[in-house]
């Protein structure tokens, strides 16, 4: 696919988009250096990270650190300056797998202590830190947990949680818009919600009553040089209890409590708080054991012109690991991810290739962070948002590229995120640009800005997108989601992702240039990045 690059003469072209004051300068450049991308090197980094040598890139593995090695000697022959641990392009990260070998679920009502049977009647995370857990606390139903100003909700209103345990349903008002839903209930949001307000545990009510119950199973954590747990889906500090209750148990906690658990869940979905302290106390004690890994983070730099804006930074990001070796299908078992997410880091290579090939430094520098663990649960990028090799204040915003699935031309996009951040300007101009028609969102309900890697600097405040395709095709049908739900139900995740699928290296090529040139904005514009005054993201979550 030819992109078009819009400059009428030879000297610079100054751009204005309606509704923004602020001029952004486009030159020749940065023209020239768009054309150095090419399909064989797309094509030559998603055939070595998508080797079956490279074993699927799991974490902790040899073929993890193979996939480590070859980036980082990339971006070193590229002239990218290493942003790493002591000077080097690598950032450590330890990742812990932890599980609970013993639990026991003592609870009292009415006079009356009954024991609960682990995997069927509760299910417990386990604690990162602590390795002998014991609890003893009473109970309050809180809703779904949620605090949200900006949808004029709080189910902790009017209820006292200090030193309790808060019983809540998954789930959001269904008048909450999708994406704001969906970052709500995230389970480090009403982790981190619980421990604001005073409570010391959570304890997730399933209304499913086919299900039984399920194990506890175990956790992925990065942890920290000194010990400390740097991201977890599971476990939040002063936390104590994380754990489920089956849709049985459920509804006899609320019957004895004089709640009609049918009634509070309709008036609850309709949008009215009805949260209430039981009658109920619980006894918890359970073991964590563990075990621990190290993996790696690639991070590289190009540092920027202006004498004071290149201490800012502007972090480009793109996972590179997968899943590893898992079950056979159609006789193969290696889940190679050359879509997802090898794609999205030989796009990463190709965008720090063009930031290294200007003649014209941005004012502002620029990262590369190839992080791990986000198979995982976002972890390398949730550790490097709490460890940063630059301080984190002068992290200006994140652009995500993760699963671009590049089967098709690259005619238009959706940044993921835009419309809460002023990064829908640089989005815009982008577009522009490149002759890239920009799109909302038409799936908000998968919550793709609360699922993948900018959403852990999304949660210590930092405005992000997540780029990808649109909908619009060559022959003006505009229905690319249709090939893209085939292609997925065969590929995604599935040992069939590998190089021989299905790729269109040329849409490689504009996907790269696309968020190379946000970037670029970004780090061009004199005023940082803001979220939407209101949005449900513009104050940091931090958890």
Avoid: C
Wanted: net charge positive.
């Amino acid at each position: 696919m030819k992109y078009k690059i819009m400059i009428l003469s030879a000297q610079l072209l100054a751009l204005s988009v309606a509704g923004f004051a602020q001029k952004i300068i486009v030159n020749q450049d940065i023209d020239r250096a768009l054309k150095t991308i090419k399909a064989d090197d797309i094509k030559k980094d998603i055939t070595y990270l998508a080797d079956d040598k490279l074993k699927g890139r799991l974490p902790g593995t040899e073929g993890y650190k193979l996939a480590v090695d070859y980036v980082a000697a990339q971006l070193k022959a590229a002239g990218v300056e290493p942003a790493g641990d002591n000077g080097g392009f690598l950032q450590q990260v330890i990742i812990r797998k932890a599980s609970v070998t013993g639990s026991s679920f003592e609870v009292t009502q009415n006079g009356k202590t009954e024991k609960y049977t682990a995997g069927k009647d509760f299910s417990i995370s386990p604690n990162i830190v602590a390795a002998e857990t014991d609890l003893q606390a009473g109970v309050v139903f809180g809703g779904y947990g949620i605090t949200a100003p900006d949808q004029q909700y709080d189910d902790y209103a009017g209820i006292d949680v200090k030193g309790k345990v808060v019983l809540i349903l998954r789930g959001a008002p269904v008048a909450f818009p999708k994406t704001v839903a969906l970052n709500y209930v995230n389970a480090k949001i009403v982790l981190a919600n619980a421990f604001k307000h005073g409570a010391v545990g959570v304890i997730v009510g399933s209304t499913d009553t086919a299900r039984s119950g399920r194990s506890g199973g175990g956790s992925n954590s990065t942890i920290l040089p000194n010990g400390q747990v740097a991201s977890s889906g599971s476990y939040l500090t002063g936390i104590k209890l994380y754990g489920t209750l089956n849709a049985e148990r459920l509804n006899t906690w609320l019957k004895t409590n004089g709640i009609d658990s049918t009634a509070i869940f309709a008036k609850i979905k309709a949008g009215t708080p009805a949260s209430k302290a039981l009658n109920i106390s619980i006894n918890v004690k359970y073991s964590s054991i563990y075990k621990d890994a190290i993996t790696y983070n690639v991070i590289g730099k190009v540092t920027g012109s202006d004498s004071k804006l290149k201490n800012e930074y502007v972090i480009h990001t793109a996972h590179l690991d997968h899943i590893g070796i898992g079950k056979p299908v159609e006789g193969d078992s290696i889940y190679n991810g050359a879509h997802d997410n090898a794609s999205g880091s030989a796009s990463l290579i190709a965008i720090a290739k063009l930031y290294a090939n200007l003649k014209d430094k941005p004012k502002r520098s620029a990262l590369f962070t190839f992080v791990t663990g986000e198979e995982m649960g976002l972890l390398g990028s949730a550790y490097y948002a709490k460890s940063p090799t630059v301080p984190l204040q002068n992290i200006v915003a994140d652009i995500n590229s993760d699963m671009p699935t590049i089967i098709a031309p690259f005619l238009s996009a959706v940044a993921i995120g835009s419309e809460h951040s002023s990064l829908a300007k640089q989005v815009k101009i982008a577009g522009d640009n490149l002759g890239i028609a920009i799109e909302d969102d038409p799936e908000p309900e998968q919550g793709r800005f609360t699922r993948s890697d900018q959403f852990s600097f999304v949660s210590v405040g930092i405005p992000s997108i997540y780029v990808k395709y649109g909908n619009k095709t060559a022959d003006g049908k505009n229905n690319l989601d249709v090939a893209v739900k085939v292609w997925r139900a065969k590929y995604y995740h599935k040992p069939q992702d590998d190089i021989n699928g299905l790729f269109d290296f040329q849409a490689g090529i504009t996907y790269s240039q696309f968020n190379f040139l946000i970037g670029y904005l970004v780090a061009q514009d004199s005023a940082r990045p803001q979220w939407v005054k209101g949005s449900a993201f513009d104050k940091p979550v931090n958890p």
